[in-house]
């Protein structure tokens, strides 16, 4: 099983391409104690089954460095432990979780196809130089990413402190990674055309420019 991931917007973990959050992060935004959590979990009235997909035990440091337990768990699994809390407050609480949930699915979904993808934007990068350079494949990535990130993948490994040539995209918000996976498919087409770089440039510039004023009036 892969290592966990945060997610610095959604502030939910991600696991096997599976979104999840912690009793520690239940505990904290239901303002419970989180034995108390624990105690809810391990008593849940729900199959063995869907414990065993839905919930699973792991721990963390405490500020005496002490390891201590807790549980990391999916949507439905926090759905389930969620069920059980009432108020407004926790009604506010359950209603943002689960929509976190969602946004972060599809994330991840994103992330994926842009993966998927990612061959056919290499290819196309190959077939448009008689001898492709090392340097041909970053300055495409470059000229995206500037056009939605304002600046190159370097300059976000940087500010997170991560190592050069690590993928950036877990740093990365929905809407980022959605609108770079959308200039990197018109960009192969641009490739294939044989437009010279300045022509993409300013063709994936205004396309850019037309899908923000779109989503801004939707």
């Known amino acids: 099983m892969s290592k966990m991931l ?14 999840f959050c912690s009793s ?23 199959s ?20 201590q337990p807790m549980f990391i768990m999916t949507k439905d699994g926090f759905t389930f432990l969620a069920m059980g809390y009432r108020g407004k407050r926790a009604a506010a609480f359950k209603e943002a979780y689960i929509k976190r949930f969602n946004e972060m699915e599809t994330f991840i979904a994103e992330q994926s196809a842009a993966k998927m993808e990612h061959p056919a934007f290499t ?15 970053s300055n495409e990535f470059d ?12 300059a976000v490994r940087e500010a997170h402190g991560l190592e050069p040539g690590a993928s950036i995209r877990p740093c990365l ?14 960009d192969v087409g641009l ?20 899908r923000k004023i779109i989503k801004l009036s939707a």
């Open 6 to 19: 945060i997610h610095p917007e959604y502030q939910l973990y991600e696991r096997d391409k599976k979104p």
């Open 123 to 137: 290819r196309a990068i190959l077939e448009t130089h008689d001898e492709p350079k090392s340097y041909h494949f």
């Open 24 to 46: 520690l992060q239940v505990a904290d935004s239901f303002e419970k104690r989180h034995d108390d959590v624990l105690k809810s979990i391990r008593n849940l009235d729900c």
């Open 173 to 186: 918000t929905g809407i980022q990674v959605a609108d770079i996976r959308a200039l990197q498919i018109t």
């Open 48 to 67: 063995g089954d869907f414990s065993l997909r839905n919930f699973a035990e792991s721990s963390y440091r405490d500020e005496q460095n002490k390891k």
């Open 143 to 154: 000229m995206i990413n500037r056009i939605v990130l304002g600046v190159p993948a370097k």
């Open 191 to 210: 490739l294939i055309s044989g437009m010279d770089y300045q022509e993409r440039k300013q063709i994936l510039t205004d396309y850019h420019e037309r």
